[in-house]
Structure formats: structure tokens, C-alpha cells
């Protein structure tokens, strides 16, 4: 089985709860916490699959642990490719629904621009009410959409299949 490198930023622990619950699906995947595990950019350099994890702040900004090192791959583009990357996190359809989990397009788009293969982990928008996500590309969400505050009873469904969906698409 490949690497599979689990990041995530979480500020109340609605991203973690999901890393965590992706641990479990992927056997021998490691989580890195971006606050508490997290020191240089070399971290990345361990892994075949990276799982890239953060909820939205702000307006579609991404989970605060994530600023310093976003400017960091941004700085020193580190060349990802050959790695198999996807995205998820947490979000508020009903309160922050004009954002709705939004930061992921920007890990996509960051991640693609340094070389990885970021097309994997497309989520069906089918079942979530919000008004605008800027993750949604033709009708699908870029990566895991999970809101805990108001649907926190689909949570574990939706991670298994995604996780399901992951292993099938990436070929692990
Ligand atoms: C000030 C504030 C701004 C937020 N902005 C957004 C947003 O733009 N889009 C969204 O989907 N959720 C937004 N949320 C909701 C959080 O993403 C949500 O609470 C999430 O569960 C937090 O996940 P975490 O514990 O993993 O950080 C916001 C919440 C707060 C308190």
C-alpha cells in the first residue's frame, strides 16, 4: 500500500474527528496535525498520497494552522508531482452557506500548481443546501464537504464512502 499522509487543520475538531475517521480506512496512514505535528515542508516529502484536510474560516478562507504553510509552498514550490492528492473539510452550509466549505478549491488549485495529480475525490453536491461554494466545479464539490453543525449524523457514512471512493480511484 502506498503512503498515505493524513494533514489537517482543525480549529473545534470537526476536521480532526474526520482525519481521524480517514486514519481508521487508510491501514498505515499517518496523521499530522498542523499545529501540534507539523514543522517544514520536507513532512510532505514522506508521502505517496497526501489527504489534505481544513475547514473554512473567514470568507472560503482556509483554517488558520494552514496560513503559514500555504505561504511556505507557495514560496518555495516544492515539486509534488507523482503524488496523488485529495481534499476535505469541514464547513457550515446553513450559517456560512455563502461560502460553503470554499477553502478546498484553494488547496486543489494550490496543490495542482505544484505538480501533483489532484483529480481524485470529487463529492456529489446532492444533499447539502447552501448557496454558493467556490469548491464546486461542474456540479460536484472538489473534495469531502462535511458539516458537523448541521448534519453531523452524516458524517461517518460520508467518510466511509469517500475513503471507499479514494481507494478505488487512486488504485490502493
Ligand atoms: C467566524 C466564522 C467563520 C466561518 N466561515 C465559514 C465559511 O466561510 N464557510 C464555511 O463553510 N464555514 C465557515 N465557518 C464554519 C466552520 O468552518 C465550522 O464551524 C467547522 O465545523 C469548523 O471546523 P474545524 O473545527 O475543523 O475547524 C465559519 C465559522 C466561524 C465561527
Not at 473554512?56 to 500555504?70: F, N, Y
Request: charged share 25%.
Amino acid at each position: 500500500m502506498a503512503n498515505v499522509g493524513i494533514f489537517v487543520g482543525s480549529s473545534t475538531g470537526a476536521t480532526q474527528e474526520v482525519a481521524e475517521l480517514l486514519e481508521e480506512q487508510f491501514e498505515g496512514a499517518e496523521l499530522i496535525n498542523m499545529e501540534e505535528d507539523f514543522d517544514d515542508l520536507e513532512q510532505f516529502d514522506d508521502f505517496d498520497v497526501l489527504l489534505i484536510g481544513s475547514s473554512t474560516w473567514g470568507q472560503g478562507d482556509p483554517q488558520r494552522d494552514w496560513v503559514d504553510p500555504i505561504m511556505e509552498l507557495e514560496s518555495e514550490t516544492p515539486d509534488f508531482s507523482g503524488k496523488k492528492v485529495a481534499f476535505f473539510g469541514a464547513g457550515d452550509q446553513d450559517t456560512h452557506g455563502e461560502e460553503f466549505v470554499s477553502a478546498l478549491v484553494k488547496f486543489k488549485t494550490l496543490f495542482a500548481q505544484l505538480g501533483a495529480n489532484t483529480e481524485f475525490g470529487y463529492w456529489p453536491t446532492e444533499g447539502y443546501t447552501y448557496k454558493f461554494s467556490a469548491a464546486e466545479k461542474d456540479g460536484k464539490f472538489v473534495g469531502l464537504a462535511i458539516d458537523k453543525i448541521n448534519q453531523e449524523d452524516l458524517t461517518e457514512d460520508r467518510v466511509s464512502s469517500w475513503a471507499s471512493q479514494l481507494k478505488q480511484e487512486m488504485g490502493l
